[in-house]
T-cell receptor, first 114, second 112 residues
Framework: DGGITQSPKYLFRKEGQNVTLSCEQN?????MYWYRQDPGQGLRLIYYSQIVNDFQKGDIAEGYSVSREKKESFPLTVTSAQKNPTAFYLCASSIGAGLNTEAFFGQGTRLTVV | SQQGEEDPQALSIQEGENATMNCSYKTSINNLQWYRQNSGRGLVHLIL?????REKHSGRLRVTLDTSKKSSSLLITASRAADTASYFCATAPTSGTYKYIFGTGTRLKVLA
């Protein structure tokens, strides 16, 4: 099945720990994105990547880091510098920097700080 | 923030009624898209309307776009309980690097 897979579905982090959220796609998409969603809120862009080995900061990149070493993978690390990391994290991909393409989303990772 | 706004924030209707939700955005766009999110899940793409289009239909969905007012509306006709979800608009701006900017969403509840 083609699609975009996020893991784990639920993640618990202790204060001061770094954690990495996985996002893998087999859609052969060039572009990938990470969004954060807080309860009852919209999506805010953390990082995005339009091509392998390149990525750009979104609106709320502080406290997060990413890598794009492979086309299929775009992992997100939530560092200890992120003051309020408890949220729902969504990964998405799209064909590329085309002007009229849709985004495909994973099922999300719910991160909780304990 | 470039984030758009949607209204109403929440909408509750009876099954069979129509549901209308609105989206306003701030920048010039190439297209506007609507997505649906069931509780605790990822988003699913519903429909895309290009900046040179004014109206588009897909099944029970009707989308309009007014670029002069920087606004769009999504109409769901003959709603069903299964339409209960949050609905988000997303814009692809003309300036800068290609990325999707999402609105704040409308939570729709359809009562059976």
């Amino acid at each position: 099945d083609g699609g975009i897979t996020q893991s784990p579905k639920y993640l618990f982090r202790k204060e001061g720990q770094n954690v990495t959220l996985s996002c893998e796609q087999n859609l052969n998409h060039d572009a990938m994105y990470w969004y954060r969603q807080d309860p009852g809120q919209g999506l805010r862009l953390i990082y995005y990547s339009q091509i392998v080995n390149d990525f750009q900061k979104g609106d709320i990149a502080e406290g997060y880091s990413v890598s794009r070493e492979k086309k299929e993978s775009f992992p997100l690390t939530v560092t200890s510098a992120q003051k309020n990391p408890t949220a729902f994290y969504l990964c998405a991909s799209s064909i590329g920097a085309g002007l009229n393409t849709e985004a495909f989303f994973g099922q999300g990772t719910r991160l909780t700080v304990v | 923030s470039q984030q758009g706004e949607e209204d109403p924030q929440a909408l509750s209707i009876q099954e069979g009624e129509n549901a209308t939700m609105n989206c306003s955005y701030k920048t010039s766009i190439n297209n506007l898209q609507w997505y649906r999110q069931n509780s605790g899940r990822g988003l699913v793409h519903l429909i895309l309307i290009r900046s040179n289009e004014r109206e588009k239909h897909s099944g029970r969905l009707r989308v309009t776009l007014d670029t002069s007012k920087k606004s769009s509306s999504l109409l769901i006709t003959a709603s069903r309980a299964a339409d209960t979800a949050s609905y988000f608009c997303a814009t692809a701006p003309t300036s800068g690097t290609y990325k999707y900017i999402f609105g704040t969403g409308t939570r729709l509840k359809v009562l059976a």
